[in-house]
């Protein structure tokens, strides 16, 4: 049953709440004259925001600019107020839902719409924007779809001036033309890539992009990729499963496909890691915008402003992987070994073994495999310290814009920080976890290959089986040095840098808008706190350094590992001293 209420001609018209479309409008009179002027009619159509195309000459950009930046198809909660105004991400992923195969319009063909150029909009997309900006209603989404097509034609009778206009030649007077050739710019469709830069590498920009949309495989797929490549050489040269005597009686295993740090890392822990990394801006670019929302948007740099910031970090990134990670390592070290047919005290792997097994692999086949293994292991690096630098940028952006006391004056503000800053850590967390076991990997190769073990499986058991008593046997060492020992702690120490950098100006926000007695109060409700996160990480950090230093190392791997594997599947541990914090406030 529907109520209405009329009052007399002032055009107020009043609606249940609980009806399915609500609609509620003001009119406005003018006294000096007879006919009385109507406002664009602003409606709550099917519990979303609904403003009527307007019936003005207006471009695609005019149009989408003015619909997007007033929040046009976008929720409303009981109160009548809607989430904010559109952002990229946010189109994406409102696009893929209403679209029946789950595709839709890709991240960059949406990000060309908001910027002031002049790329149009395809048919299909049309069918999308419409049936947004029209709240999934079916007059609405038509209405709006005319619209949307009439705006397109008058963009590109523009982008057609436009062209002309550049076409005409402009002589001086006097001057002689025998012949005229009319140039003219390209037109760039929706389809299409626009072109870089030809002065300037942006290096941050690219390093962003990599990371960017909401594909999180894209990364993880391009190292299994490498390592397919990689194991697969490594299987035709015969080194995938090799040994070697380092000492009388003992046959050392040390192929491609033992190595932990070329199986779990690239296969299992790095891939988790990239795809954690992508998760955690995917979330915060879609948060970002209602955050700029609250506040004076030019008061803070863009996003993509903030990443050339870090400019610089980018560079030593690169510099660091691949000229002294693969150039110096592999030419100085590596190559200089193979050519001169001794390893000295390095120790012995797959990639040297043609020193001790030439009748395996020769010293040609050794040098180019090295090379690809380097390079492979500079990719590598450049990714994870990659991801590295654009969590800082992004936990440096959310300070900057939520971490000043005066604006959590606002109850709903103060809430939304809480909960994002939450979510937040909780990734970083989960980041973190992975990116110590990256350079656990690392460390537990390079120690198994200075014992006497003959398999890492064999080394890691004889330690087991000595503390729980079983066997009285140690594993002896061997006089070799590793290099990895070194590399390995900078990966290690990159990684903690950045969780405590990341804790503690995080939970500087979540302090400030979140009252202390709460605070206190939702810990003490948590089967988990800060401490517990502190102590696990503290914890592998220990892990860590004790690999092959004490008896009963093995056992602390083991722990550690459940732990992780716990704590990712079910992130109570990671989770609960921070998601409590804004229950009171949600």
């Known amino acids: 049953m529907v109520i209405e209420l009329s009052l007399l001609n002032s055009g107020w018209s009043l609606l249940p709440l609980n009806s399915p ?11 000096t004259k007879s006919n009385e002027t109507k406002r664009d009619k602003t409606l709550i159509l099917n519990n979303k925001k609904y403003l009527s195309p307007p019936q003005k000459d207006a471009d695609f950009k005019e149009l989408f600019t003015q619909a997007a930046d007033a929040g046009a198809g976008r929720p409303v909660d009981n109160e009548g107020f809607h989430a904010g105004p559109w952002t990229p991400e946010l189109l994406v992923e409102a696009i893929s839902r209403i679209n029946s195969s789950g595709a839709g319009a890709d991240l960059r063909t949406v990000q060309h719409w908001f910027h002031k150029n002049d790329r149009g909009i395809s048919v299909e997309n049309i069918r999308w924007l419409a049936r947004i900006f029209g709240c999934d209603d079916a007059e609405a989404t038509s209405a709006w779809q005319a619209e949307l097509k009439a705006s397109q034609l008058r963009l590109s009778a523009k982008r057609k001036a436009k062209k002309r206009i550049q076409d005409v030649p402009i002589h001086a007077p006097g001057d002689n033309v025998q012949s005229e050739q009319k140039v003219a710019l390209p037109v760039v469709s929706e389809t299409q890539t626009p072109q870089p830069s030809n002065r300037i590498i942006n290096l941050a920009g690219g390093c962003d992009t990599m990371f960017s949309g909401h594909a999180t495989l894209n990364l993880p797929a391009s190292v299994w990729a490498g390592w397919a490549i990689l194991g697969f050489l490594a299987y035709i040269m015969g080194v995938h499963s090799v040994t070697y005597s380092p000492i009388a009686g003992v046959e050392k295993q ?11 890392l690239e296969l299992v822990i790095l891939p988790l890691f990239l795809a954690s990394v992508v998760r955690l801006l995917t979330y915060w670019k879609a948060k970002r915008r209602s955050f700029i929302s609250w506040r004076n948007e030019r008061a803070f740099l863009s996003w993509e402003g903030r990443v050339e910031s870090f400019s610089a970090s980018y560079w030593a990134v690169t510099f660091v992987c691949f000229v002294i990670v693969f150039l110096i390592q592999w030419s100085g070290i590596h190559m200089r070994a193979l050519a001169d047919g001794d390893a000295g005290n390095l120790m012995m792997d797959w990639s040297l073994l043609a020193i001790e097994r030439p009748e395996i692999i020769s010293v040609s086949e050794a040098t180019v495999l090295s090379m690809l293994a380097f390079l492979y292991t500079a990719f590598i690096c450049f990714l994870f310290l990659t991801g590295l630098v654009l969590t800082v940028t992004l ?94 702690f900078l990966l290690l120490f990159s990684t903690c840098f950045v969780f405590v950098f990341s804790f503690v100006q995080i939970t500087r926000v979540l302090e400030r808008a979140v009252p202390q007695e ?32 004490i008896t009963g190392f093995s056992i602390l791997l083991l722990t550690g590992i459940l732990i992780t594997i716990y704590s990712l599947y079910k992130p109570m541990i990671g989770r609960a001293q921070f998601t409590g914090i804004t229950t009171s406030k949600s």
């Not at 479309?21 to 006294?31: I, L």
């Not at 192929?255 to 932990?260: D, E, L, Q, S, V």
């Not at 706190?529 to 690999?547: D, E, G, H, K, Y």
């Open 395 to 488: 936990v440096q952006d959310f300070y900057e814009l939520c971490g000043e006391l005066e604006q959590f004056s606002n109850e709903n503000f103060r809430a939304t920080v809480g909960e994002t800053g939450s979510k937040l850590m909780r990734y970083i967390y989960h980041a973190t976890l992975l990116g110590i076991w990256i350079a656990t990997c690392i460390k537990l190769q390079a120690m198994y290959l200075l014992s006497g073990g003959q398999n890492i499986l064999d080394w890691l058991l004889t330690d087991f089986r000595y503390v729980v008593g079983l066997s009285h046997e140690v594993s002896s060492a061997l006089d070799k040095r590793a290099l990895a020992h070194f590399s390995s």
């Open 518 to 549: 709460d605070i206190r109060r939702l810990m003490r409700e948590q089967h988990a706190s800060r401490r517990m996160t502190l102590s696990i990480v503290v914890m592998l950090i220990a892990n860590f350094f004790l690999i092959g230093v």
């Open 21 to 31: 479309v609500t609609k509620c409008y003001d009119t406005e009179r003018n006294d």
């Open 254 to 264: 040390v192929g491609f496909f033992w190595a932990p740090n070329w199986t779990l």
